[in-house]
């Protein structure tokens, strides 16, 4: 089975300042993995996504995530923070082929605020 | 080019009605996938559809049901209706996710059941 864990609720962080939000994962091979950001009353919009290579990748809005197999983890980060940025961010899996799964797996959300 | 649509945008209904939300993919998308997102939580997945067929479902009870069009637009059915079946119903379009290919979701249809 596959899963996420983000293992925080909230991050807060003084606009201007860098940004991480956490996420590690599990499945039963290699994942592709993917950060989606939501604001209110809106539906998820697609960041950024590791597939294979490099394992810094850049996304929109400035947005970068680090794939790290050995801690299984995949952390979302921002140089300089916007008060724009606030939002709830969720992270996603999905194991590779052969494994069956075709669905995402999300985390539970952190909620992002970016502090005038 | 239109992303991902849903119709209705809010609804509201009692306990043991039927209801029906519908998905407009992305153009170009032939993979249509659903999802449920409580108050507070990740969205949970209740299934998947590519070439008009069901091809994954979550764990999620036989009261939720669907349908893919030729178009590639969908449908989810709920029967029997319950309180806990409140929540935000979100379409996301694809490629086949076979790939690494990303999904794209919708606003989202907010269910409210009394």
């Known amino acids: 089975a596959q899963s996420v864990a983000q293992p925080e609720d909230q991050v807060n962080v003084a606009e201007g300042n860098p940004l991480t939000v956490k996420c590690t994962y599990s499945?039963?091979?290699?994942?592709?993995l993917f950060w989606y950001v939501q604001y209110p009353n809106r539906g998820l919009q697609f960041l950024l996504k590791?597939?294979?290579?490099?394992?810094l990748v850049k996304g929109s809005y400035g947005f970068e995530a680090e794939f790290n197999k050995s801690q299984t983890s995949f952390h979302l980060k921002k140089p300089s923070a916007l008060v724009s940025d606030s939002a709830l961010y969720f992270c996603?899996?999905?194991?590779?082929?052969?494994?069956?799964?075709?669905?995402?797996?999300f985390g539970s959300g952190t909620q992002l605020t970016v502090l005038p | 080019d239109a992303g991902v649509t849903q119709s209705p945008t809010h609804l509201i209904k009692t306990r043991g009605q039927q209801v029906t939300l519908r998905c407009s993919p992305k153009?170009?998308?032939?993979?249509v996938s659903w999802y449920q997102q409580a108050l507070g939580q990740g969205p949970q997945f209740i299934f998947q559809?590519?070439?008009?067929?069901?091809?994954q479902r979550g764990n999620f009870p036989d009261r939720f049901s669907g349908h893919q069009f030729p178009n590639y637009s969908s449908e989810l059915n709920v029967n029997a209706l319950l309180l806990g079946d409140s929540a935000l119903y979100l379409c996301?379009?694809?490629?086949?996710?076979?790939?690494?290919?990303?999904?794209?979701f919708g606003p989202g249809t907010r269910l409210t059941v009394l």
């Open positions: 996301a379009s694809s490629l086949p996710t076979s790939g690494g290919n990303e999904q794209f």
């Open positions: 499945v039963s091979g290699n994942p592709y």
């Open positions: 590791y597939i294979t290579g490099d394992n």
């Open positions: 996603a899996v999905r194991d590779r082929p052969p494994g069956s799964a075709r669905q995402l797996t």
């Open positions: 153009s170009g998308h032939d993979t």
């Open positions: 559809y590519y070439e008009e067929e069901e091809r």
